[in-house]
Every structure is written in C-alpha cells, then in structure tokens.
C-alpha cells in the first residue's frame, strides 16, 4: 500500500517562531489533506492541496505531487498551534477516497 | 458552515456491550466514511459507504462491527459485542456524491469509546 512519511516526528517551538512540516508519499495521488487534532482529540480540517499552493491565516501548505511531497509552514507559532499535524492521501485510481494517514508531527509551542 | 456532527462525544462501557456511535454526515453528501484512531497511534479507514451498502472496508471492520443509514440524515457504527481493543476515538466523514477520489473528506470531531 502508500506510504506517508512524516517529519520531524517532534518538534518543540518558542512561541513566535516559524516551522515546516514535510510530508511524503509513495505514490501518486489525486488527494491530499492537511489535518490538525487538537488535545481533546478533535480533527481539524486545515487543507485540501492535491497540488498547489494555499494559505490559511498563518498556516498555507504547499503539495509538488510530481515529486510526492507535501509541506506545511506554521508562521509565528501560537501555543494554539499545538498538537498533532497529520497528512493523509488518496492513491490515484478509481476508488472510495479511501485516505491513508501518516503517523502525524507531534508539535508543542512553548511560551 | 455545513459541518459532520457526532454523538456521543465521549462513551464509556462494559467489554462484551453494545455500542452505537452516530452520525449526521453533510446534507448534500452522499459518500461516508468511518475511521479509527487507537490512543496514541496514526487515524485508521474502517469502512465506505454509498447508495447504502458498504462499498469498501478494511481488515479491521470484522463481523462485529456494522454500519447503517436507518434514515435520511443518520449513519451509524455498532459494534456488537466490544472488547478493549476497541477502545479508541471513532470520526465519522463525508464527501460529496460525484467526486469520489479527488474530493475533500469532512471529518466530525470525534466520539470516544472507553471499554472497560
């Protein structure tokens, strides 16, 4: 099956500064999707960037999928912005958007 | 903004009950999606569903677990008959009819299932 490969696995952050999470992937894909869960467990919808570049606020993400991989850009880091980041694709073929999760970027912010 | 709602938001029961998570998916969607994320580890696919039947499930959805659309706006998980390995956070999402494959996957928040 896909692989999603994400990195760094943890990263801590002054409150303030800017991070790149990196996400990549076997195989070529029709859908990606940037979530962010928060500490109750909640799974929060940041992107859907199958290729492209987008932005959110502080956050934008940025999918080469000729080259299978995906990045996420926190700017001016909040202790808000704490949590886990997971990408998740969809093989590209005909099938039930069936998204496969990586392991997720455990991010702490610290005042 | 239209949005996935789940309940229960937390549920705690006995190995060997019952349990029937809810979901009201987006209205205009038609494509649904059970997931599974076991305490500390990566979200899980546990079943697809369209046109009301399951149209994909993965090895984990097993006999005990089933899903249902008893209505117009609904979509159920039961698992008969839990054990503690079922003990995890359970999303429930949607998508649209028509994009299947390259559209965007609406998750709920959650409902957690503790059995103890």
């Known amino acids: 099956g896909i692989q999603v490969e994400q990195s760094p696995p943890d990263l801590i952050l002054q409150e303030g500064a800017n991070s790149t999470l990196r996400c990549n992937f076997s195989?070529?894909?029709?859908?990606l999707q940037w979530f962010h869960q928060n500490p109750w467990g909640q799974l929060i919808n940041l992107f859907y960037?199958?290729?492209g570049t987008k932005q959110n606020g502080r956050l934008s993400a940025t999918t080469v999928a000729t080259e299978r991989y995906s990045l996420l850009y926190i700017s001016s880091s909040q202790t808000t912005d704490s949590g886990v980041y997971f990408c998740?694709?969809?093989?590209?073929?005909?099938?039930?958007?069936?998204?496969?999760f990586g392991k997720g970027n455990q991010v702490v912010v610290i005042p | 903004e239209p949005e996935v709602t789940q309940t229960p938001s937390h549920q705690v029961t006995q190995m060997g009950q019952e349990v029937i998570l809810r979901c009201v998916p987006i209205s205009n969607h038609l494509y649904f999606y059970w997931y599974r994320q076991i305490l500390g580890q990566k979200v899980e696919f546990l079943v697809s569903?369209?046109?009301?039947?399951?149209?994909?499930k993965s090895e984990i959805f097993d006999d005990q677990f089933s899903v249902e659309r008893p209505d117009g706006s609904n979509f159920t998980l039961k698992i008969r008959s839990t054990k503690l390995e079922d003990s995890a956070m359970y999303f429930c999402?949607?998508?649209?009819?028509?994009?299947?494959?390259?559209?965007?996957?609406?998750f709920g928040e959650g409902s957690r299932l503790t059995v103890l």
């Open positions: 195989d070529s894909v029709n859908n």
């Open positions: 960037i199958p290729s």
């Open positions: 998740a694709v969809v093989l590209y073929f005909y099938g039930n958007n069936r998204l496969a």
């Open positions: 569903f369209y046109n009301n039947e399951i149209s994909e």
């Open positions: 999402a949607s998508t649209e009819a028509g994009v299947v494959n390259t559209g965007e996957l609406f």
